[in-house]
């Protein structure tokens, strides 16, 4: 079968999301020799997903990623259209007419279930919905209750990490960092001064990276507190030191905390491994404890219960389980397990429609993981293209995109947009000696992005 046109113009692609899946897809694109024509087409005004509303404000080595995907999205063949919904401003069958394959890295943000008793208690909460909060999503709560005194954390991966290290430190030891004000006022009032982070088996399954949970010893206000009862290894747990050198340093560094003096900091940050949490506990509808049965490795690696039962007494729970990603409406989704369902990305039973990243695989490995599956997906659809099995656009331009987005009367937001926004962010923090400060309504975001903000930046931070 031959092509129509496929000499004369370039592939026409829509990647769906901004975040490093999708602009690792559009990366590989572009270094492929093929010539391209790509739109990443964001939800939200401000591109760079999780890298900007998923990792923490004090950590700048992570966000300082955003500089690589910055010069991806620089490249000329590329164009980003934000503040577009695709399933409410546009629908994939739309889409199919003006692009020869669309591409979709939207990425997980909901939180999955703890499924225990007790879960629908006031007080237990996604540590999503906590880092919404304290990254500035715009979709996300402007204020938070943070009365509780002693906290629990549910779960040994780096968002439970975040979660503990931001209840753990002062408001102003964040303040440097681009926190709106919104979020310095909720985190000033924050009364949590013990917090204890679970997991259900030890600290050679602990998903910890090193450099992240060596950082909570960087601040004065935390001392992390691991009982030496806890560290515990089964012949399988060795072999997984053996085999890792991560697993193997996480280990040691574990085995450090539990075993030095304490310093003295205000803020106790428990981390208990084998305490398997089996129900929450309250009154009056609210959260009071946290029970957790003691677990045994069983010599492969895995736990066992041991009858034994405990009850924490706090006054919130956060739950940091899992991301889980939503459905895009037009695309196939398999709901138990929160991804599109597909093969080596080609989208199962739909032809010119290919999957990235975590809604892909589901929210497991780290960011640089995500760049072999770009390049997996991209093959793919290239080698689709190559031997014709793709269907070209109707339209396949980049002003009948334009053209379509003007008539639904949609503000999206371009690169050129970007940059404007990224400039009022970095004068609101420049006012206070910050590299920058988030602006946080998602109507202002759309204004400075479009040029007519109205209001001076200071207004509209917090």
């Known amino acids: 079968m031959t092509i129509p046109n496929i000499d004369s113009r370039p592939l026409r692609v829509a990647v ?3 975040g490093p899946a999708g602009i690792y897809a559009s990366d590989a694109l572009l270094k492929s020799g093929h010539p391209v024509s790509i739109d990443v087409i964001e939800r939200l005004p401000a591109p760079f997903g999780l890298i900007r509303y998923g990792v923490a404000p004090d950590h700048p080595r992570i966000k300082g990623i955003i500089k690589s995907l910055h010069r991806v999205l620089d490249k000329p063949g590329v164009r980003l259209l934000g503040n577009v919904d695709v399933g409410r401003d546009v629908t994939v069958a739309e889409l199919e007419k003006l692009y ?3 591409v979709f890295a939207t990425g997980a943000t909901g939180d999955r279930d703890l499924n225990i008793p007790g879960a629908d208690l006031d007080g237990h909460h996604g540590a999503g919905e906590f880092v919404g909060f304290y990254d500035s999503h715009p979709e ?10 002693s906290v629990a954390v549910v779960g040994v991966g780096n968002v439970g990490l975040d979660v503990a290290r931001i209840l753990a430190k002062t408001a102003d030891e964040l303040l440097p960092t681009e926190i709106a004000d ?18 259900r088996r030890g600290p050679a399954q602990a998903k910890f990276t090193p450099l992240e949970l060596k950082e909570l010893d960087h601040s004065p206000t935390i001392e992390v507190v691991i009982d030496p ?3 515990d290894y089964d012949a399988a747990s060795e072999q997984s030191r053996r085999d890792s050198k991560i697993v193997d340093q996480v280990c040691s560094i574990i085995e450090n905390y539990a075993i030095r003096e304490p310093k003295g900091a205000p803020h106790k940050l428990h981390i208990h491994f084998f305490e398997s949490p089996v129900e929450l506990l309250g009154e009056d509808g609210k959260v009071t404890a946290i029970r957790t049965e003691r677990t045994e490795l069983d010599g492969e690696g895995g736990v066992r219960g041991t009858g034994k039962f405990t009850d924490w007494p706090v006054g919130a729970v956060y739950r940091a389980v899992g991301y889980r990603s939503d459905a895009v409406p037009g695309v196939p989704f398999d709901d138990d397990r929160a991804v599109i369902p597909n093969d ?36 793919n659809l290239l080698a689709d293209w190559e031997n014709g099995v793709l269907s070209p656009a109707d339209e396949p331009s980049e002003s009948a995109v334009d053209d379509f987005l003007d008539a639904r009367g949609i503000e999206y937001v371009t690169w050129d947009g970007w940059y404007a926004l990224d400039a009022a962010e970095r004068a609101a923090g420049a006012a206070e000696g910050r590299e920058r400060k988030k602006i946080v309504e998602w109507a202002d975001m759309v204004r400075h992005a479009r040029g007519h903000a109205g209001v001076p930046v200071a207004t509209v931070t917090g």
């Open 100 to 102: 020869d394959a669309i």
């Open 16 to 18: 769906i999301g901004s």
């Open 182 to 199: 919104n979020v310095h006022d909720g985190l000033s009032a924050n009364a949590a001064r013990t917090i204890h982070v679970f997991g």
């Open 344 to 379: 080596g990305g080609r989208v199962d039973g739909r032809t010119g429609l290919y999957t990235t990243g975590w809604v892909r695989r589901g929210p497991v490995g780290l960011i640089g993981n995500t760049k072999g599956d770009a390049n997996e997906v991209v093959a």
């Open 229 to 231: 009862e806890d560290i």
């Open 140 to 149: 996300f709560a402007r204020s938070w209750d943070l009365s509780a005194e």
